[in-house]
């Protein structure tokens, strides 16, 4: 035996946040993948969801367009990766109580509350490029009023994982 560790394993934080940028490429949205992986205390992964389309709605008939109207676009009907997160989570609800949500884009206003009405306690977002948008502005009100922790990832430096399924 060496006797020494290996160095350039991943920490809790990059190792959690890259199962949410894997579980985002899973979505079906053109411009937009996003993943959410839900932590207990105990560095545990409790959920993880992407967004999509909501079950029974066929991706094919999905209006996966940006503009025009409303209606004819995604975003009144789209599943964003926390609430599936959430909903995905089969066990106790009190487990979710405290946890931490990785997610690739910081949450928007509704998935805000969804995360304050599930318990989870803290969020560790990778990107936050909607910052001066409404809803986000909204957002960072109701975590900053209820308690929630909300940080962007610290990264040392850039980090570029492979996976190599051959």
Known sequence: MSGEKRKDYLAWDEYFMAIAKLSSMRSKDPSTQVGACIVSNDNRILSIGYNGAPNGF???KFPWGRDGDNL?????????AELNAILNYRGSKKDLENAKLYVD?????????????????EII?????????????????????????YNKINLKKDKQIIIDLK
């Open 58 to 60: 066929s991706d094919e």
């Open 72 to 80: 004819d676009t995604k975003y009144p009907y789209v599943c964003h």
């Open 105 to 121: 884009l910081f949450p928007c206003n509704e998935c805000a509350k969804i995360i304050i009405q599930s318990g989870i306690k």
């Open 125 to 149: 977002y990778l990107s936050d490029k909607y910052k001066d948008a409404e809803n986000n502005i909204a957002s960072r009100k109701l975590f900053d009023e209820c308690g929630v922790k």
